[in-house]
């Protein structure tokens, strides 16, 4: 399959390497970027055949069956129409965009179009082997009724200078909608509810100018699905050891953790400093393989004409209990969603 790809940032390399690298059923053939360096970056390494700086143009002349749209949040939604209104099969990083009534806009261009063109969008946690693993365990009811689930989605604090840096042009949305957004969907998926009413509070501690942006380094939300389930969600950018993702599910028969301790590997390192383990550093390292699972799976579906597991419609209702969780942060109370 011929696949192009908008947006080479941190991101969109990973999804062009893992192509490249581990992907054989698609081929890259095309790549569109803002930045010069990056159109380089791809033909040099990626061997694109052809660049664009210009998304629609991509589009129109790349011959392409598939695109990745991983520019930022601000320019997804126009893109993600075009490219669907123009027959070309479309997965799209979340958050589908930044407002309700933009991503509401694309929920209807992908429904009008649905028989002919596939959309999927990138909630990667949902093919993680370990995540899976645990919904399998759910599903069975071996852990009896879901009662309380608590999620951490916290980056590195070696990313937190640099957070700081572009937090005042930052466009994704406020901690909730980019970093609890994974959180949030895969408690909709384990649990098959809905979210009915959060109360968010957040702190900036280590750097207490990203006050003046609106932006958060730390962040909670308590909340309680439709059914009484009750939930935490630890969102943040500030973990002095690595990239800390943790779901931990009680229920009334067991109880289960995905990834508390967040491990690179199984390797266990004994020296005279003691005994250590080593951390995995990064949402590229801790997810790769669900990256390469969750575009193996849009292909197939492509192929075999199935409706891909991750709909626009789930990066709507994620997107509304994100905002929601925002909105809580700045009025002080609760809301019922
Ligand atoms: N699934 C995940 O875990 C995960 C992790 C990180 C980022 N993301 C999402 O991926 C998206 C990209 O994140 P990033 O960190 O790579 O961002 P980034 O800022 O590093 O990269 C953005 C890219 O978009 C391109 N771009 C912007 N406007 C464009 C336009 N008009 N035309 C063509 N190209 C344009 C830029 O050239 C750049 O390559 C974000 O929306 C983010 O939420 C998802």
Known sequence: MRAGI????????????????????????????????????????????????????????????????????????????????????????????????EIEEVVEVIEKNKDKTKFQLGFMRRFDEDYLYAKEIIDNGDIGEITYIRAYGIDPSSGLDTFVKFAKNSNSGGLYHDMSIHDIDVIRWLTGREFKRVWATGANFARPELDNVGELETGIAQAQLDNGIMVHLVAGRNAPHGYQVETEIMGTKGWLRIAPVPE????????????KRHCSASFPERFKQAFINELSHFVKCIKENKEPKVTAYDGLIATKVALTCKKSLEENKIIEI
């Open 6 to 101: 908008v947006g080479l940032g941190r991101m969109g390399r990973t999804h062009a390497e893992n192509i490249v690298n581990n992907i054989p059923s698609i081929k890259l053939v095309a790549a569109c970027s803002i930045f010069e360096e990056e159109l380089i970056y791809a033909k040099e390494n990626l061997l694109v055949e052809e660049t664009y700086t210009d998304f629609e143009s991509m589009i129109d002349n790349a011959n392409l069956d598939l695109v990745l749209v991983v520019a930022g949040a601000e320019v997804r939604p126009s893109m993600v129409k075009y490219a669907i209104e123009k027959g070309v099969h479309t997965f799209a990083e979340k958050p589908l965009g930044l407002t309700i009534s």
């Open 264 to 275: 690179k590997n199984m390797v266990t390192i004994f020296d005279n400093n003691g005994v």
